[in-house]
Structure formats: C-alpha cells, structure tokens
C-alpha cells in the first residue's frame, strides 16, 4: 500500500496562483493529479514518470500548470499559475504503482489516491 498526503490547497483570486504537494509514502511508477468540480466527473491534470522525467498535460492547463517533484523524496507538486475560475475543484493525488496499459489520462491507470485537497478560484 502506498499513503498519499496532499497540502496547499486554498483561495485564490483569478490570475492567482497555488502550488500542491504530494507525499507518497513510498517510490511510485508515476504520480498525477486528477481533479473534480462539483457535478462533474473527475478529470486528468497532469501526470510525472519518475524514470523517464516524462510529462504529460490536460491541454485545458497546459502552459499555465507545472508537474514536477523529487523521485528521491517521493513528492509531487503541481505548480498552478493563472488560475482560472474553471479550475476550481478538489484536486487529488493519485500514483501507479507500475507500468499500466491505461491511458494516463484514465484514472484507471491509477493504484492510489490521496483524500484532495480543495482549490477555490474566485472572478
């Protein structure tokens, strides 16, 4: 079992900015992060493969939101600038724990999930 524990949720103004952590208890294949709005489905963010350093963006955040983190310590931060209205939800860590034949973008792909931590956006 891998433990993940989000922080740096919070308020913030349009055009703000946040930046997440994410601890995983143990190293991981890959760490993302997933978010949900109220009465929407979750929905992919962003995803780091820790052995490759590959990347890979939602295009609805691509150029404003940043993926990265410490392979060594087991964390991930999601780096989010210009925030939106739109991008108001609760985020969620999730990690894999190997290679999976999911998209990344699929939150089947995904062994763990962190508990979210919630982003408010205000116009």
């Known amino acids: 079992q891998v433990q993940l524990a989000e922080s740096g949720g919070g308020s913030v103004q349009a055009g703000g900015s946040l930046r997440l952590s994410c601890a995983a208890s143990?190293?991981?294949?890959?760490m993302g992060w997933f978010r949900q709005a109220p009465g929407k489905e979750r929905e992919f963010v962003a995803v780091?493969?820790?052995?490759?350093?590959?990347?890979i963006y939602a295009d609805s955040v691509k150029g404003r939101f940043t993926i990265a983190g410490d392979a060594a310590k087991n964390i991930v931060y999601l780096q989010m600038n210009s925030l939106k209205p739109e991008d108001m939800a609760v985020y969620y860590c999730?990690?894999?724990?190997?290679?999976?034949?999911?998209?990344?973008?699929?939150?089947?792909?995904?062994?763990?999930w962190g508990q979210g931590t919630q982003v408010t956006v205000s116009s």
């Open positions: 780091i493969f820790w052995s490759a350093g590959r990347t």
């Open positions: 999730a990690a894999a724990a190997g290679f999976s034949f999911y998209a990344p973008s699929l939150a089947s792909a995904y062994d763990y």
């Open positions: 143990r190293g991981t294949f890959s």
